[in-house]
């Protein structure tokens, strides 16, 4: 699918600093899980954001343009149990959108429901790591189609050797400032996306406006 780059582009930041405070959050707007690896950003006003493109198309593309590492200076920021916790890659699933481009699992031989992976990252796990940012090369793309005007929208992480959540490392087995007492999570993100209409989606009125008028005529 192609997008319409004619078109306006609306731009989307999701923070996990705005979903945790080092801790288990559920409510309307937000959850998340303790460690930070899980985050949900509840009933977003998906036709707000888009404006008259959601009156003018039906299906967009979510691309990731990058995703930005906090400075995991505290002791409630630290890095995984092993390298292999650090390598991860995001997964996003979604409500009140239809994924049109969902992953495909091989070992379980299914496609797996309104979710894709959007990216890979390596979190920073050297001690008092500074940010890093990972900018994209706009492929990481999942086209969806509007089903309601708000929606949900979850990442996980998943390590890229088993696909398993990643683990923290404990107080033992890192020094300072990564042991903290309780609370421990990774280290903050800002994913920033763009959304762009696909082209071929475009609703066109007067078409639309021609086929009720055929209907009734037939």
Do not use: H
Not at 18 to 26: E, F, I, M, P, R
Not at 39 to 61: H, M, P, Q, R, V
């Amino acid at each position: 699918m192609s997008s319409f780059m004619n078109e306006r582009v609306v731009t989307l930041v999701l923070r996990t600093f705005d979903v945790s405070n080092l801790g288990t959050t559920n409510n309307e707007y937000v959850s998340n899980t303790i460690n930070g690896t899980y985050f949900a950003w509840n009933n977003i006003n998906i036709a707000s954001i888009l404006g008259d493109l959601a009156l003018k198309y039906t299906t967009f593309n979510l691309v990731l343009v990058s995703a930005q590492q906090g400075s995991a200076t505290t002791a409630n920021n630290v890095i995984g149990s092993t390298n292999q916790d650090n390598c991860v890659n995001f997964r996003l699933s979604g409500s009140g959108i239809n994924i049109l481009n969902p992953s495909y699992s091989v070992s379980s031989n299914r496609i797996i429901s309104n979710s894709a992976l959007i990216g890979g990252f390596t979190f920073n796990n050297a001690n008092n790591s500074i940010p890093q940012i990972v900018t994209y090369n706009n492929l990481q793309v999942i086209s969806f189609e509007l089903t309601n005007t708000n929606m949900n929208l979850e990442i996980n992480y998943e390590r890229v050797d088993t696909g398993a959540r990643p683990t923290i490392a404990n107080n033992a087995s890192v020094p300072l400032p990564f042991a903290g007492a309780n609370g421990l999570t990774f280290p903050s993100m800002c994913f920033i996306f763009k959304i762009y209409p696909v082209k071929d989606s475009y609703i066109d009125k007067e078409v639309s406006k021609f086929n009720k008028i055929s209907k009734i005529n037939i």
